[in-house]
């Protein structure tokens, strides 16, 4: 082990310690006190539900763990968007689960909420998996009602899902364990079956003080919506049960009679555990500046180290080609940091998309869905090539064909953010836009349109060429703090945290847990029969 390698590591152990402390507050939702007054209820909180119904609490993916992070500081914040969402197994069965975090705001829907909400249902309808419910929500946070409830990607769409799902034949299982009101009502009843906590839960489209106000009738909350009401006299709800425990429990005895579906049919082996998973943070450089050879990271995320590289001697700044995670045959599409030496004599800088890059992992993406094999993409990718020799010689058209086959393909793409992640590269690289079933980020990623250094100096050349447009001259020391104030804001931006938090990765994660992402990824893709492949008008 050289310094180098003993710094890196070092560097992203700090890293890791940083986000295991931040995820660690986040899972305690509002805190404390309102747990406390949660379990004085008789309720469990959304976590405690969750690890109750479960198989294994330890073998479950977070998705969305950091939504709202540093977001709506102004009305007390919303940790991680007021609801919990995960993918695990219950009865054996690959599920996801939705709980609402009634520590946070009585689990009330913050824009973040809808968007968090809505990807937790777009995983299940890709890959065809049931859907459980825990209501327990208070509805839409009024003074944000005009960001969640009438677009196309707000709260009402999640109904819409409820009602494509069931065409589409994905059970979905509702418990109201606590409130349901308003519109959000329709979200258990549109399930296949809903279950109701007697005492705790309810059910209405408006509560007895608007029930008042809209029609003068008196009425107590129980009598207007509760346990036996929906059960005995309305047959909203399907059955009540006496306390959170003995409705999980029939939820579990639900999922336990289940029939199998359809499977995708990729291709799995006996796992064999890879040869040097412990250097992975070593391997990793600290400036991200740093050349490095992606291989060396491969080598330690796939089984027994063992990478068959396609078009090896080509293209070099993509490396691509096939391997096992846990077992399964994936496509690996990762950048290449190392600067390298093309047969021309062209010397290619790392983390760069050329056209024979380009063109290469297209060729590949490709092959993989001719071959039904899931893609994994491994971003740390500066941009494509600029300049007169990269546009004279088809750049655009070989982005293109790239971007084309990514788009267009079938077989599940999963993406991992590793360090950079910029412009036309996060695109190319099957960034959020491309629908990747799971992305997640490295403590050590960053993305933006461009990097902080780039992007600073460019919109401080817009500053100063406005302000001097105005007739304002500004003095050398002015102009370096504005550089500073620019860069120091557009570095937040960059924060994979800030990313997370807007729910444009599903998570950050431990480089070491990557191959339990991907593992879970496709063990819930191989739930959905793959479509045939069709690129449509390839550029040559």
Known sequence: MNIEFNKNEDHLKQLIY?????????????????IEKQHGKGKLTARERIAYLVDDDSDLLEVGLLAGEDMYADVGG?????????MAKVQ???????????????GAWFPITAKKNLRAQEIAMENHLPIIYLVDSAGVFLPMQDEIFPDKEHFGRQ???????????????????????????????????????????????????????AIGENIDNETLGGATTHCEISGVTDNKFDNDEACLDYIKSLFDKLGDTTKAGFN??????????????????????APYDVKDVIKKLVDGGEFDEYKELYGKTIVCGYARIDGWAVGIVANQRKVVKSKQGEMQMGGVIYSDSADKAARFIMNCNQRKIPLVFLQDV?????????????????????????????????????GNSYGAGN??????????????????????????????????????????????????????????????????????????????????????????????????????????????????
């Not at 054996?92 to 009585?106: E, L, S």
């Not at 393909?409 to 999963?414: A, C, E, L, M, Q």
Request: aromatic fraction near 6%.
């Open 159 to 213: 109904f819409r899902n409820n009602a494509k799902m069931s065409a589409m034949g994905i059970v979905q299982i509702a418990a109201i364990m606590g409130s349901c009101v308003a519109g959000g009502a329709y979200l258990p009843i549109m399930s296949d079956e809903a279950m109701i906590v007697d005492k705790t839960g309810s059910i209405f489209l408006a509560g007895s003080y608007l029930v008042k106000a």
């Open 427 to 540: 695109y190319a690289m099957c960034g959020k836009a491309y629908d990747p079933r799971l992305i997640y980020a490295w403590p050590s990623a960053q993305m933006a349109v461009m990097s902080g250094a780039s992007a600073a100096k460019t919109l401080l050349q817009i500053k100063v060429a406005t302000l001097k447009a105005q007739g304002k001259e500004i003095s050398k020391e002015e102009e370096e703090t504005l550089l500073k104030e620019i860069t120091d804001k557009y570095n937040e931006e960059l924060s994979p945290y800030y990313a997370a938090a807007r729910m444009w990765v599903d998570g950050i994660i431990d480089p070491r847990d990557t191959r339990k992402v991907i593992t879970m990824g496709i063990e819930a893709a191989n739930h959905a029969p793959v479509e045939k492949f069709n690129v449509g008008v390839i550029q040559t």
């Open 78 to 86: 919303c940790p991680s968007g007021g609801v919990v969402t995960v």
């Open 18 to 34: 940083q986000l295991k402390k931040r995820s660690d507050q986040t899972k305690l939702g509002g805190g404390e006190k309102k």
């Open 268 to 289: 799995r082996e006996e796992v064999v555990k890879p040869e040097a998973m412990d250097d992975l943070l070593g391997t990793f450089p600290k400036d991200r500046a």
């Open 92 to 106: 054996g069965r690959m599920c996801v689960i939705v709980a609402n975090d009634a520590t946070v705001k009585a």
């Open 382 to 418: 500066s941009g494509f090539m600029v300049g007169s020799k990269a546009e004279h010689g088809g750049i655009i058209k070989d982005g293109a064909k790239m971007v084309n086959a990514m788009a267009n393909s079938t077989v599940p793409k999963f993406t991992i953010i590793m």
